[in-house]
């Protein structure tokens, strides 16, 4: 660790130490995560299975220390998880698990369907944005992909758009298990991984030939992340929404490389051009307003450039004598007109860089309109998944680029906030298949081999009171859509408890008890005397009934006494108040009458009571 003027040794014979925390890895800040050797002698380089590798975490700088598992083979991090494979190497025993963390200090063993058994592989972890994993549970998106002896995969997301990602997978599987050859064909997905889909090719190549499609099984297949040298060569750009760029072919497989094309996508992925014939490095340059290639299969002495995002491509020599470019590097934004290649001449193996500027080509500043988007020399764009609207994770989100064939200079100013323009209709894309379930070749989600279905036990209640018994689909977390197709719901059924009842059963729970009060407290108002229009004689005591009430503890004393008080005064309050307001009409047919009350009912009252 590191203070002003000195580094403290927080531990030997490690492999590898990394902070705990990330971005949403909510971790102590000062833990530190370290795979460190039980034994602390000897040569390192030599140690075998007998010395285990311990995963520790030190809390406080690593000054407090505590082991977390006995034997790992490595560990992980990601914006979220802190992923570790823990092992046990023994010759009696070899296996290895996943072990699965949200803080850093307490794990969760990973479950994966029965019919997989990955304690005895090795794992390649690859890491999802959409909030479509919990971390614990895994099913299966998609079998044989490609992976090389280094533990790399076919597997690339789009920078820019949640949830597309491009792959290879190996269609011969079972054959490449004796022959050694693998045949590779690509697949992307739009609504991460829960279907996967074959790129379609571009009806015609560069050069203006058809392309022949009749086949079902043509398709564009790409060169992948395992093939690639330079690995910020990417497909796509932080700065260019929905652009892809990459090396392949049209056919039933991958071809090798050096019999590939170049071709470019602007909907990320959906369709696709082929813009160069050979295979090309390239590089992404001005938010897309500049796109640079370089011959990637011998020597060259130029580069090509595009201003219109491969619609035109112009030729720049930049040396008398080829050389074979190796790279083409620019700012990690993408947003500058400058590039270094880095090459080498072929003759003598001496490396060499080359700086080319591009900045000259024009000096006109695109317009944008941040206020009025789409008015000025950017575009509002959104990508779409076999939609009559144009919405993607079920909702139609707008994103500003620049106009295609519009010549200008994007550089550093801020372009319009992207935003959800609305939640779509619910379809078939919207969904996935839930654990213990698997796609068959029919695009269906059916139970995988040796599992059975999710219990209903612990289905949950929606906002609206109702519980569904379960499918073999779940909504994609990431998607926002409302409405339409709900494959993911079964039978319906009103929630236990209080959400089971709506406004009006609660309404007529409360108020019966005080429409009950309030009848008990009319009929006592009626009986006991108390009445207004009745004569009342000084030592009547509200009548013999009443009386006999009171001595004989009856049933009826017994109700009004169960009676709030309260609540028997307020509604003969409003009672009262009722009857004091409507016609005399109303008033005879109680059966009683008002006596006016005047100063002599009160001499007379005063008079009786001396006699």
């Given at each position: 660790m590191a203070s002003t003027s000195a580094w403290t040794i927080v531990d030997k014979y490690v492999v590898n130490c990394a902070w705990a925390r990330d971005t949403r890895l909510k971790a102590d800040p000062t833990e530190i995560v370290c795979e460190s050797y039980q034994k602390k002698e000897g040569n390192q380089r030599f140690f075998l299975t007998e010395n285990s590798l311990e995963l520790v975490e030190g809390s406080s700088y690593y000054t407090k220390k505590k082991k977390l598992f006995d034997q790992v083979v490595g560990f992980a991090k990601f914006s979220e998880f802190l992923v570790v494979a823990e092992g046990c190497l023994v010759p009696v025993r070899h296996s290895l698990e996943l072990q699965v963390s949200l803080d850093g200090v307490n794990f969760a063993t990973g479950q994966f369907p029965p019919s997989m058994h990955p304690e005895t592989h090795a794992y390649t972890v690859l890491e999802s944005s959409t909030n479509s994993l919990n971390g614990t549970y895994f099913g299966i998106s998609i079998e044989n992909v490609n992976r090389d002896h280094r533990g790399y995969v076919d597997f690339e997301k789009m920078i820019g758009l949640d949830g597309i990602a491009l792959i290879n997978i190996v269609s011969n599987a079972d054959e490449a298990v004796v022959t050694g050859q693998k045949a590779l064909q690509t697949r992307i997905t739009h609504n991460d991984g829960s279907t996967w889909k074959r790129l379609v090719p571009p009806a015609k190549d560069s050069q203006g030939n058809k392309y022949d499609r009749d086949t079902t099984s043509c398709a564009l297949h790409i060169h992948g992340y395992t093939e690639r040298l330079d690995p910020r060569a990417t497909y796509s750009s932080p700065s260019i929404?929905?652009?892809?760029?990459?090396?392949?072919?049209?056919?039933?497989?991958?071809?090798?490389?050096?019999?590939?094309?170049?071709?470019?996508?602007?909907?990320?992925?959906?369709?696709?051009?082929?813009?160069?014939?050979?295979?090309?490095?390239?590089?992404?340059?001005?938010?897309?307003?500049?796109?640079?290639?370089?011959?990637?299969?011998?020597?060259?002495?130029?580069?090509?450039?595009?201003?219109?995002?491969?619609?035109?491509?112009?030729?720049?020599?930049?040396?008398?004598?080829?050389?074979?470019?190796?790279?083409?590097?620019?700012?990690?934004?993408?947003?500058?007109?400058?590039f270094i290649l880095l090459a080498q001449y072929p003759s003598t193996q001496t490396s060499v860089a080359v700086h080319i500027d591009f900045s000259a080509l024009t000096h006109t500043k695109c317009q944008l309109s941040v206020e009025d988007p789409g008015n000025d020399d950017f575009e509002l764009w959104s990508p779409s998944?076999?939609?009559?609207?144009?919405?993607?994770?079920?909702?139609?989100?707008?994103?500003?680029?620049?106009?295609?064939?519009?010549?200008?200079?994007?550089?550093n100013q801020p372009k319009a906030a992207t935003r959800v323009q609305k939640n779509c209709i619910c379809t078939k894309v919207d969904f996935e298949c839930k654990s213990n379930y698997a796609k068959n070749d029919a695009d269906e989600c059916v139970l995988a081999p040796g599992t059975t279905p999710l219990s209903n036990d612990d289905a949950s209640c929606d906002d609206e009171g109702y519980w569904y018994e379960r499918t073999a689909y779940r909504k994609i977390p990431y998607s926002s859509c409302e409405g339409g197709e709900r494959p993911d719901r079964g039978m319906r059924h009103d929630c236990p408890g209080f959400k089971a009842h709506g406004a009006f059963f609660w309404w007529f729970v409360i108020m019966v008890p005080f429409m009950i009060a309030a009848l008990v407290g009319y009929w006592y108002y009626k009986k006991s005397g108390l009445a207004r229009g009745q004569i009342r004689l000084p030592g009547d005591g509200g009548g013999p009934m009443y009386r006999g009430n009171m001595d004989s503890g009856s049933g009826i004393m017994e109700t009004l006494a169960s009676v709030p008080w309260f609540v028997i005064g307020v509604?003969?309050?409003?009672?009262?108040?009722?009857?004091?307001?409507?016609?005399?009409?109303?008033?005879s047919r109680r059966g009683y009458r008002s006596i006016p009350i005047d100063e002599d009912a009160q001499i007379l009252r005063f008079e009786d009571e001396r006699e």
């Open positions: 929404v929905g652009l892809l760029m990459a090396v392949g072919n049209v056919g039933t497989s991958l071809a090798p490389y050096t019999q590939s094309d170049t071709f470019l996508s602007r909907d990320a992925g959906f369709t696709w051009e082929e813009v160069h014939k050979d295979a090309h490095l390239w590089e992404f340059g001005d938010s897309g307003s500049i796109l640079i290639m370089a011959n990637d299969e011998e020597p060259t002495d130029h580069v090509l450039f595009s201003t219109d995002e491969g619609l035109n491509w112009r030729k720049y020599t930049f040396t008398k004598d080829k050389m074979r470019v190796n790279s083409i590097v620019t700012v990690p934004s993408d947003t500058s007109r400058k998944e076999e939609r009559s609207e144009q919405c993607l994770f079920g909702r139609q989100t707008l994103y500003h680029r620049r106009v295609r064939n519009t010549n200008c200079v994007v550089g509604a003969g309050i409003a009672w009262e108040w009722t009857v004091s307001r409507v016609g005399a009409g109303f008033r």
